[in-house]
């Protein structure tokens, strides 16, 4: 399939791209959200046009995805056993139309250049636990969100199935954005403190071998002296529900991140502590 591939795409073409997937996609939203065990337990199935189900009812895997998926080659030809609804092969060449590449045809990227499994756009606590693919993401996504949130005069983030809390801590720590997480899994919430607490551990480190950056920073944020641990949290980490879960809050400029549904309070860090990025 050799799909789409937005290089060559002018502004507006690119514009016109979002639309006819948006619109797609929200024609199609409820197969398109649905889960694999949702077929089972909502019965799916007989969501689908009666029309769809006699079409594609007894084909096996292999036989949904050639039909499904394939397009044929120049002087292919792909044979169905009955004739689909025309809303059915609407969908299937839409689909294809609307695909992105997957053939390979960009450059690495130049921050990994000098070594293919560390960005060089982003410091090396943020960097820490963090795959190569996600740290391109990480610094792409919070950049944009950052020049929205100035753009539109944005003051807080929410970051809603942040997962191990690593684009919210580059938001917060990196970038100076006010973030909230959330986060249902339970055992990413406790991955997610437990790097919020390395990442405040490098941040001391950091204040105590460069005490005099540290300071020019603060004077730059217009902060005052290093703001003191929130009173009345409890040392180790707590539990859910309880306050001051691992969050990192730089008093003015950054807001909690690495954080869940459950837990809200933050453990303060000085303004302008924030790792260059």
């Known amino acids: ?106 450059q690495t990227p130049s921050e990994f250049l000098e070594n293919p499994s560390q960005s060089s756009r982003l410091t090396a606590p943020f960097r820490k636990h963090v795959r190569p693919k996600k740290q391109h993401e990480i610094r792409r996504l919070g950049e944009l969100v950052k020049k929205l949130s100035d753009f539109t005069g944005c003051t807080q983030v929410v970051d809603v199935g942040s997962g191990q809390g690593h684009l919210s801590r580059f938001m917060a720590l990196g970038l100076g954005l006010m973030v909230k997480s959330i986060e249902g899994d339970q055992r990413l919430v406790e991955r997610a403190q437990r790097l919020d607490q390395e990442l405040l551990q490098a941040l001391e480190k950091e204040e105590r071998r460069n005490p005099q950056i540290c300071a020019a920073r603060a004077t730059a944020s217009g902060a005052g002296p290093p703001a003191a641990t929130e009173s009345g949290c409890p040392s180790g980490p707590p539990g859910p529900g309880e306050p001051c879960g691992g969050l990192l809050q730089p008093s003015l400029t950054a807001g909690p991140t690495g954080g869940d549904a459950y837990s809200t309070g933050p453990a303060a860090v000085p303004t302008g502590a924030g790792l260059p990025c």
């Open 1 to 106: 399939m050799p799909g789409i591939s937005a290089r060559g795409l002018s502004h507006e073409e690119r514009r016109q791209l979002a639309v006819n997937l948006t619109r797609v996609l929200a024609l199609y939203r409820p197969i398109l959200d649905a889960y694999i065990i949702e077929f089972f337990t909502d019965n799916l199935w007989d969501t689908l046009p009666r029309s769809w189900q006699e079409a594609l009812d007894g084909l096996n895997p292999p036989q949904l995805a050639t039909l499904l998926l394939g397009m044929p080659g120049e002087g292919e030809v792909i044979r169905y056993r009955s004739v689909w609804p025309l809303t059915l092969l609407a969908l299937k060449s839409t689909a294809c139309a609307l695909a992105f590449t997957r053939t390979p045809g960009f």
